[in-house]
């Protein structure tokens, strides 16, 4: 039910339709309905060719806007117009990189950047999936599938910067270059970008999560709760990855049974994302859990054969000292390798 719906995701209206397509043509039904009276505020059927979809969603959303007699600011107008100028299969390809990064492995991690590549082919001016390249480069680095060399480095800050370049006023863009400077270590670097980003858009709730976790990596753990917590209002569907980074702070509080609970529930999503096995194993070793962390450890090893202690050392961009410390020393305590 749409009430339901709207109560769920914590909205006022929801739109709903449906899409077919035949041949190069394709038809749009849509109507928006108020879900607190149930009442339907506009409705509205478009047939269109394929080669303007992108016009045609604009259209579908400017009508939306002003069925709700909502005033739009210059920047939101702007952005709204830009998505007629995508390529649609640079568009196609970037979605299906979304796709693959989302999984958060390192495979997929290579696969998403070669689909952001070709998209970039298929449209030079795509800004996001420039800025998408540069963040498959902050994956590598950060979760330390590649080393982050000087060529490798200047080459994700190059996608990143050129996104910025292309569009400015696309809070998306400021994502990449916010994970790029973790794994550079300028924590402040990337909690001024990603402040840029939920300003520009206040609803971008991947924003607040990318600040949230700079905050945790600068040691703003309060902080970084109440915005991980606005995140998660922004998008009750959220990725694995916000709770993840809310456990992480929970941990660094050490607030260790709430922090077990969060990493479990992601591994419980994403078994393969090793991210969590290293908290978890952390916070295991803190409490005692030793077998558990053990355990962990064995599970990091089996996806990064190659890690190290020393390495992890250098990787991790706390800027506090005493968080890098603790988290190391409970790696070694959970058994894994100097």
Not at 124 to 152: Q, S
Not at 188 to 209: F, W
Not at 232 to 261: S, V
């Amino acid at each position: 039910k749409v009430q339901q719906v709207a109560q769920d995701l914590g909205v006022r209206y929801v739109l709903e339709g449906s899409i077919q397509k035949s041949g190069s043509r394709v038809r749009i039904n849509a109507q928006l309905i108020d879900a607190k009276t149930g009442h339907h505020l506009w409705a509205e059927r478009f047939d269109r060719q394929l080669d303007d979809i992108f016009a045609l969603q604009d259209e579908v959303s400017r009508r939306i806007v002003a069925a709700l007699s909502v005033e739009l600011t210059e920047d939101e107008d702007r952005r709204l117009g830009k998505s007629a100028e995508t390529n649609p299969e640079a568009y196609d390809l970037f979605l299906r990189g979304l796709e693959r990064f989302r999984r958060f492995t390192q495979e997929t991690n290579a696969e998403a950047r070669d689909l952001f590549l070709r998209a970039i082919e298929h449209d030079p001016g795509f800004a996001r999936a420039h800025a998408d390249v540069a963040l498959t480069y902050a994956m590598d680095f950060l979760f330390g599938w590649r080393e982050p060399t000087k060529e490798l480095v200047a080459e994700a800050l190059r996608y990143g910067h050129m996104a910025v370049a292309l569009d400015d006023a696309q809070p998306e863009v400021y994502f990449g270059l916010g994970s790029l400077y973790l794994t550079t270590q300028e924590v402040e670097k990337s909690i001024e970008v990603s402040t840029r980003a939920v300003t520009l858009n206040p609803n971008y709730a991947d924003g607040y999560a990318q600040l949230s976790q700079a905050l945790v990596y600068a040691g703003r753990l309060e902080e970084a709760l109440v915005v991980m917590e606005k995140a998660m209002q922004l998008n009750p569907r959220h990725a694995f990855y916000y709770t993840w980074i809310q456990g992480h702070a929970m941990l660094l509080l050490r607030r260790y049974d709430e922090a077990i609970t969060a990493f479990q529930r992601v591994i419980e999503r994403n078994p393969h994302f090793d991210g969590a096995h290293l908290t978890l194993a952390v916070a295991y070793a803190e409490t005692g859990q030793l077998e558990d962390a053990a355990w962990e450890a064995a599970e990091i090893l089996a996806l990064r054969p190659n890690f190290s202690l020393r390495e992890e050392h250098d990787r991790i961009p706390y800027l506090r000292e005493e968080d890098r410390e603790r988290y190391i020393e409970g790696l070694r305590k959970a058994g894994l390798p100097q």
